[in-house]
């Protein structure tokens, strides 16, 4: 399962994260994923909190933020962002065209509780 394997290393970063810095709970945690990664989120939030379980980050509220897929077409020259992960361009619909950004994957909010 893709979101099995993406949460799993989510959870690890978090793991080695709060064993460096010492942290002892993880209250949220905001991932941006880019929209050419078809992820569920709400099925990315359901593993988390099972693979968190007993960890410092048990029980953080995990959201994850979709980016747009930008998209860059070599028949209209015209760079473009989709919401969908439809290999196209957004313009003019030609598939002649190149990934600008939509693999992303990162960790962009982690709050905790410091003491
Ligand atoms: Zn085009």
Same mark, same amino acid.
């Given at each position: 399962?893709?979101? @099995?394997?993406? !949460?799993?290393?989510?959870?690890? %970063?978090?793991?080695?994260? *709060?064993?460096?810095?010492?942290?002892?709970? +993880?209250?949220?945690?905001?991932?941006?994923?880019?929209?050419?990664?078809?992820?569920? $989120?709400?099925?990315? %939030?359901?593993? @988390?909190?099972?693979?968190?379980?007993? !960890? $410092? %980050?048990?029980?953080?509220? @995990?959201?994850?933020?979709?980016? $747009?897929?930008?998209?860059? *077409?070599?028949?209209?020259?015209? !760079?473009? !962002?989709?919401?969908?992960?439809?290999?196209? *361009? $957004?313009? *003019?619909?030609?598939?002649?065209?190149?990934?600008?950004?939509?693999?992303?994957?990162?960790?962009?909010?982690?709050? +905790?509780?410091?003491?």
């Amino acid at each position: 399962m893709y979101e @099995f394997s993406l !949460t799993h290393s989510v959870n690890n %970063a978090v793991q080695d994260l *709060c064993r460096q810095v010492g942290w002892n709970k +993880v209250r949220r945690i905001l991932i941006k994923i880019g929209g050419m990664r078809k992820v569920n $989120p709400e099925l990315m %939030a359901f593993i @988390f909190a099972a693979l968190s379980k007993d !960890t $410092p %980050a048990e029980g953080a509220i @995990f959201s994850v933020m979709m980016l $747009p897929v930008t998209i860059y *077409c070599y028949s209209c020259k015209r !760079t473009g !962002t989709r919401e969908d992960s439809e290999f196209m *361009c $957004p313009s *003019c619909g030609s598939r002649n065209v190149k990934l600008i950004s939509g693999l992303e994957l990162a960790i962009e909010v982690l709050e +905790v509780e410091s003491g």
